[in-house]
């Protein structure tokens, strides 16, 4: 609910106050200070707890991570690949400025994006439970394939939208599978750690789909970097094929 209503609340600030965006992200700092004064002092971890048949160990250590590795690779190489076909969605924000959406209106384009993830989120994860993930993973990169067309020929303001719907569908068919995947595949004593792994692997893989992004935006244009990342993502869809049966290989190690 965060994410729709945190871009809500954006909207409405910068319609207030007449797009004053240094005092839209001060006001942003409140939540955020609450957040961490929550953590610090609101929660308390329970104390881990060794997987049976298994003591505790130090998750960076060469056996653990050797152990790790087996477990969980194929859904890591999986991760990277995807998050390779799909650059940051402030893309989609500075596409939405360069299609003449007012600046005010941009965020309302997140609550979107964000909106259309949340609902499809939960279907999805029924039905993966009934047909496995791969074909939910592949039809995920065609929503994201069919996104970066529109976003590619957009020139108002509807055409973008509808591009970013796309997206938001593409991200409610992919990433909650993602984090199933990484929790059934990883040994529960070392889950944490393989989600810290699996979140390294894809955060590079982004930083580099972004700086690809980017450079073909400086010296092409919005267009070519939808273009590429539809080509990426076709790529990537295929790929499915090849390496998510043996990610489904690694849930039911």
């Known amino acids: ?5 945190g871009p809500l609340l954006a ?3 910068m319609l207030a106050l007449a797009n004053d965006f240094r005092s839209v992200f001060w006001i942003a700092v409140l939540p955020g200070l609450l957040s961490v004064a929550l953590l610090a002092f609101g929660l308390r ?3 881990p707890r060794a997987e049976a048949g298994h003591p505790a160990a130090a998750p960076w250590s060469r056996k653990t991570l050797t152990r790790l590795l087996r477990a ?3 859904v890591v190489a999986l991760g990277a690949v995807f998050t390779l076909a799909r650059f940051s969605p402030a893309f989609l924000v500075l596409r939405a400025g360069q299609a003449g959406v007012p600046v005010a209106l941009v965020p309302l384009l997140v609550v979107a994006m964000n909106a259309v993830q949340a609902a499809s989120s939960y279907p999805v ?3 993966s439970d009934r047909i496995g993930p791969a074909r939910l993973l592949a039809a995920g990169m065609g929503c994201l394939v069919a996104s970066d067309i529109v976003l590619a020929l957009a020139g108002d303001g509807v055409s973008v939208l509808a591009g970013v719907v796309l997206w938001g569908l593409h991200m409610g068919l992919t990433q909650g599978l993602f984090a199933a995947l990484v929790a059934d595949a990883a040994p529960a004593a070392l889950r ?3 989600f810290g792994l699996f979140n390294l692997v894809t955060g590079v893989a982004l930083l580099a789909a972004s ?3 980017g450079g073909l935006w400086d010296a092409i244009g919005p267009a070519a970097t939808f273009v590429a990342g539809g080509a990426f993502a076709a790529a990537a869809g295929i790929g499915v094929a090849f390496i998510a049966p043996a990610a489904q290989q ?3 190690a």
Do not use: D, N, Q
Not at 1 to 5: E, F, P, Q
């Open 72 to 74: 969980t690779g194929p």
């Open 1 to 5: 609910s965060g994410a729709v209503i």
């Open 250 to 252: 690694g849930r039911h």
């Open 125 to 127: 994860g029924r039905l």
């Open 11 to 13: 909207s409405v600030l």
């Open 211 to 213: 700086v690809v992004a």
């Open 192 to 194: 944490g750690t393989a």
């Open 45 to 47: 971890e329970p104390a």
